[in-house]
């Protein structure tokens, strides 16, 4: 009897007949048939502690029993879901989908297979089900009350605040209480109740569906989430844990990560007997060996683990299940073990591309059920938001729905995905799929193209890899119905909003966040953006080169807001907790900054509101009018900032108050350097308190492109004019406290990089340049890091010490100095001679152009010594050196990039540090920067989306990226606290690519150092430019022509 062919499906593209399951087997393969015979009956543990009995042949693969529970939920994704039990060892393992289940549960009414959560991405947004979201925030509640996710007290308390919000809706205080009271959600939780109880009370009308998605957002931040340890030894013997998660192994001592193996630095996993054996890719910067060995405790501990890292590898990396391996005629040799199942790029493509029917299901413990959409509906006005329920019970389901996942959709009833957005969304092009695993007595060799990200990459990271799928949007119904859509999600969908919405954008830490139904990870704000659907944002968007000016407002907006909260949320939160800051210091510096805070908030809001506007998303039936400008907008907050001058006049005085208050109190120095070592404090913490001052030279310059920009005849001339000049009436009254400031600043910063000095910083001091030249000496030359101020020039060494800062070894006072070339006289190329009264010094620099730079700067500084009253008296202090501890500087690796992933010894941890300093980048650059190069990076700020690839990629990542301080700061969203990596460009080349390097699309920009190449695109020409503008400003010195007019400001 022939075969009826079907139309393709989702599930039958990926190989899954009718009735039988969703598979992955090649074409014209059948997938083995469920044996006939005698059933037994298995008790499963669901994540809501329920126990449900399910009845299997006895020769049936562990596969049917997994299928049957989700089957059982009608879980579309239960691919990210296990099933555990203990074996006749008493060894906890996973049910393996391809072994006769007899044969692995030995007495299977004598056991509990637990249903769990096996693989744990990277991203909670590529969730696509509410169900399975629900099923995460369960395991999350498990893994809390097990004492297997540990994090501090505030993490959770506030796991804790949602779990309570799902489960009994709004804050009651009585409720609460009494709840919490019958409720043990971690041990010691007693202490925590009253944190919970104030968290609670943020979460006000927040759904179970969102507060799943909040609490997964805050879990998935914690070092623990989704970690479960597996107890080893070293070589050396030391006690440690491995694990094991979608970036790769990891090593914990205790419970803190110590070390990790990411997958494209894995070219080999094996096991022999006890010993697990991890084969590195060759890596010349590495300093730990070709092959590391761990010893566990058995072989069965040792095999379990390396199953267990073969499927994480499997599903997170391939982009199908590997083929199975020919059975050898006579001997075989390793283990046959293979991953089974659906990865992680199958498993959203069909969730992404499958029409599923709509499933109820209701919450223990909760007081609403949610309706979680299988498949793409029209779109209606609220028509997803979730109904109240009274009842209280474990998952039920309605009787006789199909299941999805032993279904596929019938012959020619396939539904098309529809989104929000008119562009369509695919994934990124794959060229090729990746050879599957071949495993040797337990091995894995990741595919070849897997390791160019991180050997590419050795400075950014890997926040988004461009090589994995893009999360399709989850179909959550409309999105601009919801209740608590923000204007910012708005944005994102490209879509009109509705006029009865108020756009309100959620910035500030003590504000509700956005629902996680359109969370900022699925929409403009992060995440990987195909080309065809970028082209088509980009066509929708207003063309008028006032239209980006204003967004570089709001932009750089953003950023000034999360700058002020390291202030008023972040320190202020640290200092209130400890006393080491005096009263006086704390009513100086914290009520001058809330008021701040406060207003820019709103001014955020509003600048928002009327892109909003203006993009014709709030408005389409209007076109031009009084929407297209932002001048009135500027104009009443700059005059709104004029009543906030007494605030701005203090900040300087704080910025004297906190460093005198350090210099006296050893506590109050640890206090702040412990703070500036924490992520969200990503500059030196003193910048942070001049943030204010430098705002207003960028609204300064913003202003004056909108005046250039617009004629004397349009609309918005007048009132930017008029902004225009009272902005620039406060620049000029507090131009003169403002250039005070920043030398004071900077020289407070170089005195934490020095050691040797106990009066860096004094009256008449000014910082002019520091950088790297090499000094002539009987050993020949030697690396040095020069400083120079108005009255002396240090050179130092770099120390051997933790902190790696920097050694005085002499000073040059430059009353009577004299300098000249010597290239010929010493035959060193780009040589200079420095004649002191007491000494004379050889210096080389690194090319011709660095010889001048700093041939200008010094000859300018010994005209204005020799005008000055005389020799000043020797700084160099004759007592030892401080011996105050010092703000822990990073020990710079080879090219200074900040890995926030760089792999050490299994036992090293790397230390902590502050971000790379000027000093340390200076030195292995090989060049120099100047105060006038700092002024110029002050008025250079900009903050914006940029798609970013690599040199040897594919796909472009979307990243929120922030330009301050010579260094391109990388956020996954413009809402993140803190950065994900740092990419410092002094000594990059700031290139168009060439015809050769096939970057075939409009305003790409590229940066390249030595072997490190990264290519930029930019949205619009304006912004482009803009960006090509601010960078340049980092990677070459300014014009001689604009460092006189600096000079001159500065009075050196």
């Known amino acids: 009897m022939g075969e009826i062919e079907q139309k393709p499906t989702p599930g039958s593209r990926l190989g899954a007949p009718e009735n039988s399951g969703i598979s992955t087997l090649e074409r014209g393969q059948k997938p083995p048939p469920t044996p006939s015979g005698k059933l037994m009956s298995i008790k499963i543990q669901m994540l809501d502690d329920t126990q449900e009995a399910f009845e299997v042949p006895q020769r049936a693969p562990g596969k049917v029993l997994l299928d049957a529970v989700c089957n059982h939920l009608n879980l579309v994704e239960g691919d990210y879901f296990g099933l555990e039990f203990p074996d006749h060892k008493k060894i906890t393992v996973w049910l393996d989908l391809l072994k006769p289940i007899v044969k692995q549960i030995r007495r299977p009414k004598h056991v509990v297979v637990k249903f769990v959560v096996k693989f744990f991405p990277p991203d909670h947004t590529q969730l696509q089900e509410e169900l399975t979201r629900y099923l995460f925030a369960l395991q999350v509640k498990q893994d809390l009350a097990q004492g297997r996710l540990t994090c501090n007290s505030t993490s959770a308390a506030l796991l804790i605040s949602h779990i309570v919000q799902s489960e009994i809706g709004d804050f009651d205080e009585a409720l609460d209480r009494e709840h919490l009271a019958k409720n043990k959600y971690i041990p010691q939780q007693d202490a925590l109740e009253d944190k919970i109880v104030e968290f609670h ?7 179970p569906a969102e507060s799943d998605f909040q609490l997964l957002e805050v879990a998935r931040r914690l ?12 070589r050396e013997g030391t006690k440690i844990n491995l694990a094991v998660a979608n970036t790769g192994i990891l090593v914990f001592q205790g419970f803190t990560k110590i070390n990790a193996f990411n997958w494209a630095k894995v070219r080999k996993l094996s096991f022999k007997r006890k010993r697990f054996l991890i084969k590195l890719r060759p890596d010349a910067n590495s300093s730990y060996q070709d092959t590391l060995e761990f010893l566990m405790a058995s072989r069965d501990f040792c095999k379990s683990f390396w199953k267990i890292c073969v499927e994480h590898h499997a599903f997170f990396r391939l982009f199908e299940e590997p083929k199975p391996k020919p059975k050898p005629v006579l001997f075989s040799r390793g283990s046959s073990f293979r991953f089974s199942g659906r990865t992680q790029k199958q498993v959203l493509d069909y969730v992404k591309e499958g029409g599923h029917k709509k499933v109820q299901f209701e919450r223990k413990h909760s007081k609403i059920h949610s309706i979680r959409s299988l498949g793409p509906q029209p779109t209606e006005p609220n028509s997803e938001v979730p109904k109240q329920s009274p009842k209280n019970s474990s998952l039920i389901f309605r009787e006789g729905t199909e299941s999805p996942r032993g279904q596929g959709c019938p012959p020619g009833k396939e539904l098309k995905v529809s989104t929000e957005e008119p562009g369509p969304r695919r994934s990124p092009a794959l060229n090729e799929s990746p050879p599957g695993i071949k495993p040797a007595d337990g091995d894995i060799p990741p595919p070849p193209e897997e390791q160019e990200e991180e050997e590419e990459d050795p400075g950014i990271g890997d926040p988004v890899p461009p090589s994995r799928p893009q999360p399709p949007q989850p179909s959550t119904g409309s999105l601009t119905g919801s209740p608590h859509l923000s204007e910012l999600s708005i944005n994102s969908q490209g879509g009109a909003a509705p006029t009865n919405v108020t756009l309100s954008p959620n910035l500030s830490p003590d504000t509700k966040q956005a629902s996680p139904l359109i969370s900022p990870l699925l929409n403009d704000q992060a995440g990987p953006r195909t080309d065809d659907e970028e082209e088509g944002r980009r066509k929708r968007f207003p063309t008028d080169k006032a239209y980006f000016i204003a967004k570089e407002v709001s932009t750089t907006e953003r950023t000034y807001l999360k700058d002020l909260e390291v202030i008023t949320s972040w320190f202020h939160s640290t200092a209130s907790k400890e006393d080491s800051m005096p009263e006086t210091l704390k009513s100086l510096i914290f009520p001058n900054f809330e008021p701040l805070h406060k207003f820019h908030t709103n001014f955020l809001k509003e600048i928002e509101q009327r892109l909003a506007l203006w993009e014709g998303r709030s408005n389409a039936h209007l076109r031009g009018g009084d929407y297209q400008r932002i001048g009135d907008v500027m104009l009443k907050n700059v005059q709104g900032m004029k009543h906030l001058a007494a605030h701005l006049w203090k900040h300087s005085e704080a910025l004297e108050a906190l460093e005198t208050a350090i210099r006296g109190s050893r506590r ?3 206090f702040c350097r412990d703070f500036e070592l924490q992520k969200v404090c990503y500059l030196p913490l003193n910048t942070f308190l001049l943030r204010p001052l430098h705002r207003l030279m960028h609204y300064k310059q913003v202003l004056e492109r909108l005046c250039k920009h617009h004629p004397p005849n349009h609309a918005d001339f007048r009132d930017c004019r008029a902004a225009l000049a009272e902005v620039t009436e406060m620049v000029a009254q507090l131009h003169e406290t403002m250039i005070k400031m920043e030398n004071f600043q900077k020289l407070h910063e170089l005195k934490k990089d020095l050691i040797g000095m106990d009066n860096l910083v004094t009256p008449g001091r000014e910082f002019i340049r520091l950088g790297s030249l090499s000094k002539l000496s009987g050993k020949g030359l030697q690396q040095r890091m020069f400083f120079l101020f108005n009255d002396v020039l240090l050179y130092t060494s770099r120390g051997l010490t933790a902190s790696n800062q920097f050694k005085v070894h002499g000073q040059l006072p430059l009353y009577g100095m004299t300098i000249e070339e010597s290239e010929e006289e010493w035959g060193v190329p780009h040589c200079l001679t420095l004649r002191g009264q007491r000494q004379c010094i050889i210096v080389a620099a690194s090319s011709r152009s660095e010889m001048e730079k700093w041939m200008e700067d010094i000859q300018m500084a010994i005209d204005l010594a020799e005008k000055s009253s005389g020799p000043t008296p020797d700084f160099l202090a004759s007592s030892p050196p401080d011996n105050k501890s010092p703000d822990e500087a990073p ?25 790379n300093t000027m000093v340390h980048v200076c030195w292995h650059r090989n ?17 914006g989306n940029l798609l ?11 990243l929120w990226v922030v330009f301050t301080n010579f260094c391109l700061f990388f956020y996954k969203s413009h809402q993140d606290n803190h950065p994900l990596a740092s990419l410092p460009l002094l000594g990059y080349s700031l290139t168009i690519p060439s015809e050769s390097e096939n970057i075939h699309k409009d305003y790409v920009f590229k940066l390249h150092f030595k072997s490190h190449v990264y290519y930029f695109r930019a949205e619009s020409e304006y912004t482009f430019e803009r960006w090509m503008e601010v960078i340049r400003s980092a990677t070459s010195s300014a014009p001689r022509a604009h460092s006189l007019s600096h000079k001159d400001a500065h009075v050196y």
């Open 201 to 207: 009370h943020n979460h006000m009308g927040q759904t």
């Open 223 to 234: 070092e623990m989430y989704g970690i479960r340890l597996h107890p080893a030894k070293d």
């Open 668 to 670: 109050l120095e640890h």
């Open 891 to 915: 020990a710079a690796d080879q090219e200074s990039e900040d890995d926030l992933s760089a792999s050490r010894t299994s036992l090293e941890r790397q230390a902590p540090h502050r971000g």
């Open 927 to 943: 060049t120099s920067v100047s105060m006038v190069d700092f002024s110029v990076a002050v008025e250079n700020q900009l903050s």
């Open 948 to 958: 970013r690839k690599f040199k040897n990629s594919n796909g472009w990542q979307k």
